[in-house]
């Protein structure tokens, strides 16, 4: 068996009765959805054509949520219909980056993923899903494709049909007669409206109140919001009143006179952004733990630096306190972070976060065994002999893992195939050299507390300028210089480099995270202001992080 959907755009009315028949049916919380219908109005008035899109799960054939889930809480059953378990889900909301057509979401109540997840229970029973039982038009068509003799097999042979995104690779199986092309394509709308027909958009950016972050949200005109999430939008539409711009009253398109522009959207549902600051925190830190063990490892096992007994320690210390961080920031970025543990005993192994994660234990597991061994050294409870000699073997080991830990993420990223701005092929060279630039960054501010080998100083600070060079080349000529593979990507780093994130990228982090240390550091080979010029290089790096991680999420999938 094979089950898929169709929608027959030509006959949809635009009803709604599917979405609400979904929600019934569901039990699905407000403010999220498992099915929604986005209209959108062409042309100019009054020759204006209204498109309706019912949007969902797509089902796919190859589902890259199944891919990413570190814990096999989404999976596809034998009859290919793509199903969650929110018992087993961890809410790590890897699953919604990858999805392409923004079909997931976390369930409010529970703080686990959730999606249409095809009414499984009354296929089971030989019911079909609910919204194909409401549907006033018979525009949702379900069933098995696989049987020629099924009424959607012969609906797929008899019209032409197509699919969203279907450069993506994921083969969907939610296919639409009649799919108009700026409906399909939410890139095809330049602009999001302050109103759509039946709600305004309140364009709250950042935190939500809930740790949530937003482009936009939707209010009903003359309502408060979704359990609080909009408690500064009255004010917004106060304001909105000022302007001239009605809150309540008539049906509104736009600021302007009815449909006035080509292309324009009336009604959709918006969306979260999942990832937020722990994200782009945790890239900075990993990114120094490992940068400074490679750093010293290359050193010592090069002999350019000695055995320093405080150089060591400071170096496996601080390795192992950014390590730490780095672990705190996953937990606390997980909608059930009690169940974190279950990527170790529980792991999906196609998932790079489960990767990432035995990178990191193994990482932290030597990191630790090093650290202890040369304090037992230092205060005499081992012999110091035996550790000197068992260094090299653990700086050879480690550094293997340090680089894997340094750009697993590239990886995960990649398979976050709903944000192509993240599938840049450039990413796993681009972590390395941010890893030994942030590594190096912190050894002068290390020296100001911690007598620091000479030798190590010295290195971290040639290695600071040619990584800051090398990362400067790689950031603008690779990541933003070159031509982007999707018009997706070209908007998300258009978002960075002139956008709402310009002034991180460009002042934060080519500014104070490249031009000034370098100026600093050419003046000054160690003391304070090198010190300096090392926090404005993470800082840098964090603002720069922020931008790559948040920027590609604002972009519409739906």
């Known amino acids: 068996m094979n089950f898929g959907f169709v929608i027959n755009n030509d006959t949809c009315i635009g009803c709604h009765a599917c979405s609400t028949a979904c929600k019934s049916e569901n039990e699905v919380p407000l403010g999220v959805q498992r099915t929604w219908v986005k209209s959108v109005e062409t042309g100019l008035f009054p020759n204006v054509r209204r498109n309706f899109q019912v949007t969902r799960c797509n089902h796919c054939a190859n589902p890259p949520c199944v891919r990413i889930c570190p814990v096999t809480a989404m999976y596809q059953r034998t009859d290919g219909i ?23 979401y976390i ?25 194909v039982v409401v549907c006033p038009e018979h525009s949702i068509i379900a069933g098995d494709m696989d049987d020629p003799k099924s009424e959607i097999a012969r609906t797929l042979a008899e019209n032409k049909v197509t699919v969203r995104k279907p450069e993506k690779g994921t083969a ?6 009649g799919g108009d092309d700026v409906a399909m394509h939410p890139t095809a709308v330049a602009r999001t409206p302050e109103s759509f027909a039946w709600v305004d958009v309140v364009p709250l950016y950042g935190d939500m109140g809930d740790g949530s972050s937003s482009k936009g949200a939707q209010l009903a005109p003359g309502s408060a ?17 000022k302007q001239g711009r009605p809150s309540s009253g008539p049906i509104m398109i736009g600021t302007g006179r009815m449909a006035d522009q080509m292309t324009q959207v009336v009604y959709n549902a918006q969306h979260k952004v999942p990832w937020h600051w722990q994200v782009p925190a945790y890239l900075v830190t990993k990114g120094i733990a490992a940068g400074l063990f490679l750093i010293y490892a290359i050193g010592a096992l090069l002999g350019h630096v000695g055995a320093h007994e405080s150089t060591i320690i400071a170096v496996g210390s601080t390795a192992l306190f950014f390590l730490i961080a780095t672990t705190v920031l996953l937990v606390c970025d997980l909608e059930r972070p009690e169940r974190f543990l279950r990527i170790v005993f529980r792991p999906q192994w196609k998932s790079w976060l489960v990767r990432g994660a035995y990178l990191l234990i193994g990482f932290s597991t030597l990191a630790g065994i ?24 653990i700086l050879w080991l480690g550094m293997p893992l340090a680089v894997g830990t340094a750009i697993y993420t590239a990886f995960l990223f990649g398979q976050a195939e709903g944000r192509d701005l993240w599938q840049s092929p450039l990413l796993p060279i681009h972590l390395l050299v941010q890893a030994i630039m942030s590594g190096a960054a912190i050894v002068p501010i290390l020296g100001l507390f911690i007598d620091i080998d000479p030798a190590l100083t010295h290195l971290a600070r ?28 070209a908007a998300a780093a258009h978002e960075i480099t002139h956008g709402r994130y310009k002034n991180l990228y460009w002042f934060g982090n080519i500014g104070l995270g490249h031009v000034v240390p370098v100026a600093l550091l050419l003046l000054f080979s160690s003391g304070p202001v090198a010190a300096f010029a090392g926090l404005c290089v993470i800082a840098g790096l964090y603002m720069y992080e922020h931008a790559f991680v948040m920027a590609p999420q604002e972009i519409p999938n739906s």
């Open 82 to 104: 793509v199903e969650f378990d929110a018992d087993v889900c961890i809410g790590c909301k890897a699953c919604m980056q990858a999805c392409p057509y923004d079909a997931i």
């Open 107 to 131: 369930d409010p109540e529970s703080g686990t993923a959730a999606k249409c997840h095809y009414c499984a229970h009354r296929v089971d029973v030989g019911l079909e899903p609910a919204c």
């Open 172 to 177: 969907p199986k939610l296919f639409y007669i």
């Open 225 to 241: 919001g979704d359990s609080g999430r909009l408690s500064a939008s009255g004010e917004s539409l106060r304001e909105m009143t």
């Open 370 to 393: 090093w650290w202890a061994a040369e304090i037992s050294a230092a205060i005499g409870w081992i012999d110091a002999d035996l550790v000197s000699s068992i260094r090299p073997l």
């Open 462 to 489: 040639s290695t600071l300028l040619i990584s800051i060079g090398v990362d400067l080349a790689v950031t603008m000529l690779g990541e933003f210089g070159m031509p982007h593979a999707s018009d997706t990507a």
